[in-house]
């Protein structure tokens, strides 16, 4: 059974319009990685509860694991729960345990559980029905879980604690269960369209082993050197499963092939090989 792939939604206009950085995406990665899983993609959303509806919608209808962040707070400008809840078609209701946990909150915080504060917090504990509660061990107030969509707060100190327990207690069967190998290596003194021929080479020989080329300007060459002197390239290749069985033979022969097309240095890059905890 191989391990599922996981996407990653990332709500919020604070985000979009450059008022807050982003500290989810890199985060998620590499929480995924170190178990073995991996990242197939992110999309990043505005608090716009259409919008929201509709790519949910898909997501939903795409199936597969994915975390939603942002949005589930209790002002007008959070739109999450009300769009998860849209988007399946179901009713939002008022969770109980979701709200014994504010009420809890609301206690610690030295009000009574008739002000209005406590009334406007209370609408976090409304989740689509048949939402499943994702403890959040910062505060308390939950998250909340639809068919394998973990929906978490904005806020990385609440939302990667609680990502990484859906993973420890949802998915750890799936740790480590699939092979993955990627190895890259700066090539300098070729262009790109030098090596395209290659990478189509590698991956007819070697089905199912994935090429990647990124090119990247060298600053420090003088700008009436030739271009393929000015760039220098970062190539690589990628496998999973059963396609890492030929990896180190698709590795050498790239290698070999890049001396010969005229590479003038092949520098290994650190951080990549075999797929490790």
């Known amino acids: 059974m191989s391990a599922p792939d996981f996407g990653l939604i990332i709500i919020g206009d604070e985000i979009l319009h450059g008022q807050r ?48 962040t942002g949005g589930i707070g209790s002002t007008p400008d959070d739109h999450t729960r009300q769009a998860a809840a849209a988007a399946l078609a179901l009713p939002l209701v008022r969770h109980a345990e979701a709200l014994s946990f504010i009420e809890e909150r609301t206690l610690a915080m030295g009000e009574s559980l008739d002000s209005p504060g406590h009334a406007q917090r209370a609408h976090m504990a409304d989740f689509a ?53 990627e190895q890259a290596a700066l090539i300098e003194g070729l262009p790109e369209s030098a090596i395209a021929p290659l990478m189509d080479d590698i991956e007819t020989r070697w089905p199912g082993i994935k090429t990647f080329s990124l090119p990247t300007v060298r600053h420090e060459a003088p700008l009436q050197d030739p271009a393929h002197r000015r760039y220098r ?45």
């Open 233 to 277: 390239l970062e190539f690589g290749l990628k496998a999973e499963g059963a396609a890492c069985d030929g990896f180190d033979a698709a590795w050498q022969y790239a290698y070999t092939r890049l001396s010969a097309l005229g590479a003038s240095a092949i520098t290994p890059l650190q951080g990549y090989g075999r797929d490790t905890d």
């Open 129 to 181: 029905e048949g939402a499943e509660l994702v403890p959040n061990p910062f505060n308390r107030i939950a998250g909340f879980a639809l068919r394998e969509h973990y929906f978490l707060p904005g806020f990385p100190q609440m939302a990667h604690p609680m990502a990484a327990w859906v993973l420890d207690t949802h998915y750890a069967h799936c740790f480590h269960q699939t092979e993955r190998r």
């Open 21 to 68: 950085q982003d500290c989810h995406f890199a985060y998620f990665k590499q929480l995924l990685e170190r178990r073995g899983l991996r990242l197939a993609w992110v999309q990043y959303l505005p608090d716009e509860r259409e919008l929201l509806i509709h790519r949910l919608q898909r997501s939903f209808a795409d199936g597969g694991p994915v975390f939603v």
